[in-house]
């Protein structure tokens, strides 16, 4: 049973980097069939997609937080990662990794999330 | 990319049907089916739903039903549980392999 578990600091100081893994479990992460994706959650908002990565290592970002994001895979370690550079205060957010399916471009399994806070 | 418009917030009985709407553009909705549908429940991850407007993925509840005209999808939810009380987010493939989500919304049984 494929699982994925998000991993990384839960406060982060503004103006400073977020980096947070996505360790996948049970599968592989090097299947053309899937991507891997980023999706955040401000406390009682709703979703924002952030960025996605193929298997090729293409990644592909939300226009908004295109120039602060980075999203990188390691296949060795069936992990990929997220980096959001400068945050502030509405960065602040449950950060979930998710799978994405190919043939039918939903996003079919999700990490439980992990909360990070940004302060000083 | 805007987030697409859903209604904040639909009720029903137990046993109605209820449906929720998520509106978006020719860009977006309207331009691509690839309209999915998530449900989350309080301090819980987003469960796939609905993928490619209407399918249902193995082990959804066929109360599950979706639908989309125009640049506007649907959800629509039957014979309404008190386990169906959640929010619902809508998403959208918005062309060059980007997403977009729906604002959410908040469905009381």
């Known amino acids: 049973q494929l699982q994925l578990q998000e991993s990384g600091p839960g406060l982060v100081k503004p103006s400073e980097t977020l980096s947070l893994t996505c360790t996948v479990s049970?599968?592989?992460?090097?299947?053309?069939?899937?991507?891997w994706g980023w999706i955040r959650q401000p406390p009682g908002k709703g979703l924002e997609w952030i960025g996605t990565?193929?298997?090729?290592?293409?990644?592909y970002y939300n226009p908004s937080l295109k120039s602060r994001v980075t999203i990188s895979v390691d296949t060795s370690k069936t992990q990929f990662s997220l980096k959001l550079s400068s945050v502030t205060a509405a960065d602040t957010a449950v950060y979930y990794c998710?799978?994405?399916?190919?043939?039918?471009?939903?996003?079919?399994?999700w990490g439980q999330g992990t909360m990070v806070t940004v302060s000083s | 990319q805007s987030a697409l418009t859903q209604p904040a917030s639909v009720s029903g009985s137990p046993g109605q049907s209820i449906t929720i709407s998520c509106t978006g553009t020719?860009?977006?909705?309207?331009?691509?089916?690839?309209v999915s549908w998530y449900q989350q429940h309080p301090g819980k991850a987003p469960k796939l739903m609905i993928c490619?407007?209407?399918k249902r993925p193995s082990g959804v509840s066929n109360r599950f039903s979706g639908s989309k005209s125009g640049n506007t999808a649907s959800l629509t939810i039957s014979g309404l549980q008190a386990e169906d009380e959640a929010d619902y987010y809508c998403?959208?493939?918005?062309?060059?392999?980007?997403?977009?989500f729906g604002g959410g919304t908040k469905l009381t049984v």
């Open positions: 990565i193929y298997y090729t290592g293409s990644t």
């Open positions: 998710a799978r994405g399916a190919v043939i039918d471009d939903a996003f079919d399994m």
């Open positions: 020719s860009s977006d909705v309207g331009g691509y089916n690839y």
């Open positions: 049970g599968g592989s992460i090097s299947s053309r069939s899937y991507y």
């Open positions: 490619d407007v209407n």
């Open positions: 998403c959208s493939y918005a062309g060059s392999n980007t997403w977009v």
